[in-house]
């Protein structure tokens, strides 16, 4: 019988007691061998078809049983790192990104930059592929000496603009969005905030609606790797201090980034991190990453495969993250103790807030990052020592757009997501 540690704080113990806690039937296999299927603690397989967990995929009382039986599995740093080394191939296969696609020419546009107090903002795209233009913003510290630091900055869904007012509202540009990468560009990082797949100029070829299709999964996946390629290739930039966080669907693309690219040095996911809710966006749970016929992995489980690189879960009362002090951050201390680097993991909750992005979760994320990729916090500091973000110049979407429809070289975009697809594939051979 395994120990049940996390689950007994919900009292379920009982729980766990009757679904029996599976163990490896070679307890002694070779590291890069090692898997582990709980299937007596999961819903069925289906017949056929894709084993996918999307959504409320597993109650909370289901999720942290998972996690205790995780443990006992795992109960030490030479079969936990085996372990992960299987997740992290079996969620590149499930992303269709195995092998990787061929890393092709950038070709990146840098335009309007503007400056502010402490930063420049710069319109930014590239090709992830050919034919499909990763766009977004680049935050860049002004009157500080190279090399600086890098931050991704993915951003949650909403909902479409309605009418020129409405991209304010809109993926990247929303406030807390601006907000965040400013404050990071003047405390001494170039921040990139990166459009999902049919968000932001991405719509110009590809519309809304190829978010809502697996393809997105795929290429959010290595579009954030792109993006590290793209950040990397600046000479100001140091390749070891790369950061990225995220909120929501962003901080789905945050932990899956840090666990597929090794280059991710620090890492905080805001408001997504669960051990039962899996995402409700085929970006997020539309392909097969969670689970397969020798895997499970909850986003709980994910998110740790960044030990031991600095890791901070920000959490809510409000959704899905409510639970994050007494289920999933000691099952992520326990796997960071397995490399004696239980100071690198640490959460911030915040029982009475929601799902957002909002001012006091940017307060837990910006000493983190300062402690970890070396910035300089008091560039942000009132004179009390508390943060102030008044500095921020929160631009006018109208002014921070990428790509513009009369783009000469947009006739050779790739418009649909199976034309994307079709492309990524080719680029596997």
């Known amino acids: 019988m395994c120990v049940v540690s996390f689950s007994s704080v919900l009292a379920l113990t009982s729980l766990a007691v009757l679904a029996g806690c599976s163990r490896s039937e070679t307890p002694n296999a070779e590291p890069e061998t090692l898997t582990w299927a709980p ?12 084993m996918l967990a999307q959504r409320t995929y597993l109650t909370p009382e289901q999720g942290a049983v998972v996690l205790d039986a995780a443990i006992a599995e795992f109960p ?14 079996r969620i590149q296969e499930g992303a269709n990104l195995s092998p990787l696609p061929e890393r092709t020419p ?21 090709e992830s ?3 499909y233009w990763v766009t977004g913003n680049l935050y860049l510290p002004l009157d500080r000496e190279p090399p600086y630091a890098a931050v991704v900055n993915p951003h949650g869904h909403s909902s479409p603009p309605d009418g020129p007012e409405g991209w304010i509202k809109h993926g990247r540009f929303k406030e807390d969005v601006q907000r965040r990468a400013a404050s990071l560009a003047k405390m001494g990082a170039v921040a990139f905030t990166i459009d999902m797949v049919g968000y932001g100029d991405s719509t110009l070829f590809l519309g809304p609606d190829g978010h809502r299709h697996g393809v997105s999964m795929t290429l959010q996946a290595w ?13 100001e930039v140091d390749p070891q201090r790369i950061g990225v966080t995220g909120h929501s669907g962003g901080g789905t693309q945050t932990f899956v980034l840090t666990a ?32 397969s016929a020798d895997h499970f992995a909850s986003n709980a489980m994910i998110a740790a495969l960044a030990a031991p ?27 960071y103790s397995y490399y004696d680097a239980a100071d690198q993991v640490a ?83």
């Open 309 to 335: 690189r600095p890791l901070k879960l920000i959490s809510d009362g409000g959704d899905w993250s409510q639970y994050t002090p007494l289920v999933e951050y000691p099952f992520a201390r326990t796997i």
């Open 347 to 429: 959460y911030h909750h915040l029982p009475d807030e929601g799902h957002n992005y909002n001012f006091s979760k940017r307060l837990a994320m910006y000493p983190f990052m300062a402690e970890h990729l070396q910035l300089d916090l008091s560039a942000i500091q009132a004179p009390d020592g508390s943060i102030d973000e008044s500095f921020v110049t929160v631009e006018d979407p109208a002014l921070m757009h990428a790509l513009h429809e009369d783009d000469a070289f947009l006739e050779r975009a790739l418009r649909t997501p199976e034309a994307i697809q079709q492309e990524l594939e080719s680029l596997q051979r």
């Open 39 to 50: 299937t007596e603690l999961l819903p069925p397989a289906p017949g056929n078809g894709p």
């Open 260 to 291: 597929l690219d090794e280059r991710v040095a620090v890492s905080v996911p805001v408001a997504m991190v669960s051990s039962y809710f899996f995402g409700g966006c085929p970006c997020e749970s539309g392909l097969p990453i969670h689970r």
């Open 76 to 89: 030490n740093r030479e079969r936990w790192s085996a372990y992960a080394a299987h997740v992290r191939q």
């Open 106 to 126: 950038l070709n990146p546009i840098r335009r309007d930059r503007r400056e502010y107090d402490g930063y420049a903002v710069e319109n930014v795209a590239f």
């Open 223 to 235: 579009n954030g790797m792109r993006a590290i390629d793209f950040l990397t290739s600046l000479p």
């Open 129 to 131: 592929i050919p034919g």
